[in-house]
């Protein structure tokens, strides 16, 4: 059973960074794809970043220049590096694999979610 568990969301004031990280049950080079998508309330989950087994990646236009994706085999963990952060980046941020999936749409799989709150 494929387990995706998050960790390193909080509360950060604008202009400051954060590092999600999403560690997989397995190799995460099982996977075809895997990124980061995040919901803020009241909106839809939006794609935020994807990183294919192949290392070609994909960023939200929102976050380009901003956030990095990255990934670590020896650890099984993939990783999300949150630069200059804005106060519309706050929402839940949910790690996402998929042996099947692109870089443009959503695997199977689904972690339990993060909060990251940018607020001064």
């Known amino acids: 059973q494929v387990q995706l568990v998050e960790s390193g969301g909080g509360l950060v004031q604008p202009g400051g960074s954060l590092r999600l990280s999403c560690a997989a049950s397995g190799s995460i080079f099982s996977f075809n794809v895997m990124g980061w998508y995040r919901q803020a309330p009241g909106k839809q989950r939006e794609l935020v970043a994807t990183?294919?087994?192949?290392?070609?990646?994909n960023y939200a236009d929102s976050v380009k220049g901003r956030f990095t994706i990255s990934r670590d085999g020896a650890k099984n963990t993939v990783y999300l590096q949150l630069n200059s952060l804005k106060p519309e980046d706050t929402a839940v941020y949910y790690c996402?694999?998929?042996?099947?999936?692109?870089?443009?749409?959503?695997?199977?799989?689904w972690g339990q979610g993060t909060q990251v709150t940018v607020s001064s």
């Open positions: 990183i294919a087994r192949g290392s070609n990646t």
């Open positions: 996402n694999a998929g042996y099947g999936g692109s870089l443009d749409y959503p695997g199977s799989y």
